[in-house]
Structures are given as structure tokens and as C-alpha cells.
T-cell receptor, first 113, second 110 residues
């Protein structure tokens, strides 16, 4: 079964540094998403992306965040200047059609020191 | 009011028991409803979509009540492998933003 893949599985970064989280969505999917989950808390929507532009974003997704689909396969989340509170698990998801179930990658654990 | 609310549990049930979870949502424009399960420190995995007429998949039955804005999940004949956190997921109404509940923790005891 096709999978969403994310790299790295764990990223440790100093506060204030930039970090890029990478995702390869399922190949025929068109809608892409980033979520985060702080330890012990619920999954929170960050951003959705379709047709090379952001469809929707939450209030968490401020100017420190950006997303990009630099080629036909990768979908990246960049955090420009990381804060301690950015420490969380970040999940990428994709789906072929809007309103359809999303398939999640196994996440990147981001630890900010 | 939160977009999606779930009873966090925990629910501790013996093997073979039937257990039901409920979830309420606040946005009457929501169109898509799902139940996911999440194992500890893992990604959410789709359990089932929830359709207006209700739907069943093996031991799992999902119901949607649009008038009261709640969704339910019924698990029959619980197995040890059903132990997980069950997440209620509802879209914002646009299909491109989704809200997750805090999850309901289930432990099935031998």
C-alpha cells in the first residue's frame, strides 16, 4: 500500500535555528497537509496545500512557518527561527480528493533545545 | 465551544466487551467526519469514515447525527489490539481544514 514518508524521524535543533521537515506524499494525491502534536495534546491543523498554493492555514501557522513543493514529489515545512514551544511531533498527510480521508506519515519528532 | 469535543476517558474494558465513544462538533457546516486511531507516539491511522446513514466495518459501527451534531463509534467484541486512543476528526466545512478531538483512550484488559 502506498505510504506518506517523512524525514527525518527525529530532528534536534538549537532555538533560533531554521529547520526543514520533509514529506513525500502518496504519488497521485493532490492535497497536502501539515499537522503538529505537542506531547500529550491533540493533533492540531497547521496548513493545507493544493495546486502549489496554501488553501487554508491555522492561527498557529504564523510568519515563522512556510511550506513548499519544490519538485513533483517533496512537500516541505520550514520553521524559520525555532522556539522552544515548537517542540512537537509534526505529521504530514495527503489525500486524493477534498473531504476524503487523509493518509498520515509517521511523523518527525522535533526537539528544540 | 471547542470545534470537536470528546470524552478523554480512559475507558478500561474487558476483552469481548462492547464500548461506545461519542464526539460532538460545533460547526453545522462540517461535511466530513472520520474516526482515526492513534497508538502511543505513532501517527493517526484511519479507522473509518462516518456517513450520514451510518456505516459498519466488521466490529466497528459509526453513526452521525447532524441535527444534534454528534458522531459515535461502537466497538463490539473488544480485542486487546483495540487498545489505543480514538480520535474524532471533523472538517471545518471547506474540506481543507480539519479539527481533531483530544481523543478517547481505550484499554482492553485480558
Amino acid at each position: 500500500e502506498p505510504e506518506v514518508t517523512q524525514t527525518p524521524s527525529h530532528q534536534v535543533t538549537q532555538m533560533g535555528q531554521e529547520v526543514i521537515l520533509r514529506c513525500v506524499p502518496i504519488s497521485n494525491h493532490l492535497y497536502f497537509y501539515w499537522y503538529r502534536q505537542i506531547l500529550g495534546q491533540k493533533v492540531e491543523f497547521l496548513v493545507s496545500f493544493y495546486n502549489n498554493e496554501i488553501s487554508e492555514k491555522s492561527e498557529i501557522f504564523d510568519d515563522q512557518f512556510s511550506v513548499e513543493r519544490p519538485d513533483g514529489s517533496n512537500f516541505t515545512l520550514k520553521i524559520r527561527s525555532t522556539k522552544l514551544e515548537d517542540s512537537a511531533m509534526y505529521f504530514c498527510a495527503s489525500t486524493g480528493e477534498v473531504n476524503q480521508p487523509q493518509h498520515f506519515g509517521d511523523g518527525t519528532r522535533l526537539s528544540i533545545l | 465551544r471547542k470545534e470537536v469535543e470528546q470524552d478523554p476517558g480512559p475507558f478500561n474494558v474487558p476483552e469481548g466487551a462492547t464500548v461506545a465513544f461519542n464526539c460532538t462538533y460545533s460547526n453545522s457546516a462540517s461535511q466530513s467526519f472520520f474516526w482515526y486511531r492513534q497508538d502511543c507516539r505513532k501517527e493517526p491511522k484511519l479507522l473509518m469514515s462516518v456517513y450520514s446513514s451510518g456505516n459498519e466495518d466488521g466490529r466497528f459501527t459509526a453513526q452521525l447525527n447532524r441535527a444534534s451534531q454528534y458522531i459515535s463509534l461502537l466497538i463490539r467484541d473488544s480485542k486487546l489490539s483495540d487498545s489505543a486512543t480514538y480520535l474524532c476528526v471533523v472538517d471545518k466545512g471547506t474540506g481543507n481544514q480539519f479539527y481533531f478531538g483530544t481523543g478517547t483512550s481505550l484499554t482492553v484488559i485480558p
